[in-house]
């Protein structure tokens, strides 16, 4: 049976393992690493996909900004990075983590949810191209692997530029939002 639940201090260096299998470079487990160290983490929302007592998959929500034309600075969540073992990928894993995070961002009156990737992947969710709800990554990419999610909270003010905080440098984005 495949336990979802908040990661514990005692997994983290199996949760960076795991980003690190799963995209083939350490980048993303130093998000994850950096995250935990900032204002912009929230236990609750770092979750792991547990196995037999061992973690196989984890996904990451945490606080980013949303800045509108007139320079209003909103809060919203990103979804990122989410990985599977690559020993149990493609075993409806990434579903349940995606999922059950979305329910407690809903629970926690979270307006909106904003991921870059696979375009095939996320629109099962409720994902839609977030240029669709005039949001905008602060990066060039297909229009198509940048989406959002909106939840009941969200209203049409939530739109503008994406403001990534310090952690995301190490993937290489442009910083600008939180400590
Ligand atoms: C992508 C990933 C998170 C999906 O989680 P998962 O538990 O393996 O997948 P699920 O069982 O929930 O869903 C299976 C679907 O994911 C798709 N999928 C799996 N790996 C994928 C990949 N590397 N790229 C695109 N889609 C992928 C499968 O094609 C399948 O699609 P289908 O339902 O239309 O057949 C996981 O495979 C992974 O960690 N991949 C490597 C790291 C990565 O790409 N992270 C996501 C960055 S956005």
Redesign the pocket.
């Known amino acids: 049976m495949m336990e979802v639940r908040p990661e514990r201090p005692d997994e983290y260096e199996a949760v960076e393992q795991?980003?690190t299998l799963?995209?083939g470079t350490g980048r993303?487990a130093k998000v994850v690493a950096r995250t935990r160290q900032s204002l912009q983490y929230t236990p609750e929302l770092s979750l792991v996909a547990v196995l037999k007592g061992r973690p196989v998959?984890h996904i990451l929500f945490s606080q980013v900004g949303l800045e509108d034309r007139q320079g209003v600075m909103r809060k919203v969540v990103v979804l990122?990075?989410?990985?599977?073992?690559?020993e149990?990928?493609?075993?409806?894993?990434?579903?349940?983590?995606?999922e059950e995070g979305l329910a407690r961002l809903e629970a926690r009156g979270v307006p909106l949810v904003l991921?870059?990737?696979?375009a095939?992947?996320?629109p099962?969710f409720g994902f839609v191209p977030s240029v669709q709800m005039d949001i905008h990554p602060p990066f060039a990419i297909a229009q198509d692997e940048y989406m959002a999610r909106p939840l009941s909270a969200y209203t049409p003010d939530y739109r503008g530029m994406v403001r990534y905080p310090a952690a995301f440098a190490e993937v290489g984005y442009p910083v600008e939002f939180g400590l």
């Open positions: 795991i980003h799963a995209f993303e998959g990122g990075p989410l990985a599977i073992h690559p149990f990928q493609n075993l409806g894993t990434g579903k349940r983590l995606v991921v870059r990737g696979h095939h992947y996320y099962r």
